[in-house]
């Protein structure tokens, strides 16, 4: 239902407000430049720190300017069910094509706790959803058999697998076959998911250089293994790059050098370190991304 290079859109800030204007034209760009789908308000786009009406707006903004054109997967996480719920209720009622929810953060609970919040959701809002699972911001791993059991429900349509442990993801494709969709969450494994059974990725690098991640699994997809392990290795000193501080702040400064978005966050996210934004800089320079407005 889902595949392809789907980009993890940033959300634009100016003076303290999202930026709409900036917000509208960045998705315009990155369906133009080829990517195969959206999601507003995941952990790129600092849903943390969007109060509820903002988390809405936000969604609401990204379907009205998608047109349909690619499908929208709209983040909905919360580390409350009845949170959780709620959010969903509200992207599919805005007219998203699916939701991505983040397995539930600070409050750790157990795989079966895990089932049963997933359940509720899909029970109560019956609109398709996309687990996502990324240990290092959670503190909670969602094991590949409780993937399986939630594989079972209808709703549950994929999953965005964030560990960057191919063993994992090996895991959850051997139990779940053909029932669910697999998608990286971590661009540096994206090949290699791929040559697994996966279906493309959820993407923070695809912000910056969208035609080349979304090429880079078409030419797969077409056997052409040779390209794809090209644009892989070319695309990887911009990956480095994107993570030399936590996510989003290099890939929203990046944007902000490209001219796309304002360099604006929301404490307690904060401006780069001189250092790094010098390595940043020096990195998109020699992609040829600087100054770079199409």
Avoid at 21 to 47: F, K, M, N
Avoid at 188 to 211: D, M, Q, R, Y
Avoid at 254 to 268: D, H, I, Q, S
Wanted: charge should be negative; hydrophobic fraction near 45%.
């Amino acid at each position: 239902m889902f595949r392809g290079a789907i980009t993890a859109l940033v959300t634009p800030f100016r003076d303290g407000r999202v930026d709409e204007g900036a917000y509208r034209q960045l998705i315009d760009w990155q369906i133009a430049q080829g990517v195969s789908g959206l999601v507003p308000c995941g952990t790129t786009g600092e849903s943390a720190t969007l109060t509820h009406e903002e988390h809405n707006r936000v969604i609401d903004i990204a379907v009205e300017e998608a047109r349909g054109r690619v499908p929208v997967i709209a983040g909905t996480g919360s580390n409350s069910t009845a949170e959780a719920v709620r959010l969903t209720r509200h992207a599919k009622e805005a007219g998203a094509d699916g939701a991505l929810l983040i397995t539930p953060y600070y409050n750790k609970p157990t795989q079966e706790g895990l089932y049963q919040h997933y359940k509720a959701v899909a029970e109560q809002a019956k609109f398709p959803l996309v687990l996502y699972n990324v240990p290092g911001r959670t503190g909670v791993n969602l094991l590949p058999e409780t993937v399986a059991r939630l594989a079972g429900l209808p709703d549950v349509v994929g999953i965005k697998e964030a560990t960057g442990d191919l063993k994992q993801v090996s895991d959850v494709l051997e139990k779940c076959g053909d029932r669910l969709t697999v998608l990286s969450g971590d661009d540096f494994t994206v090949l290699p998911l791929l040559a697994l059974g996966g279906h493309g990725v959820i993407s923070v690098l695809s912000n910056v250089v969208p035609a080349d991640v979304a090429t880079m699994i078409e030419a797969f997809s077409a056997g052409d293994l040779a390209r794809a392990r090209d644009l892989h290795f070319r695309t990887m000193p911009v990956a480095r790059a994107l993570f030399l501080e936590t996510n989003p702040i290099p890939v929203k400064t990046a944007l902000a050098r490209m001219g796309r978005v304002a360099l604006e966050f929301r404490l307690p996210l904060c401006p780069m370190q001189e250092g790094n934004a010098a390595k940043l800089d020096a990195v998109l320079r020699d992609y040829g991304l600087l100054g770079a407005k199409s």
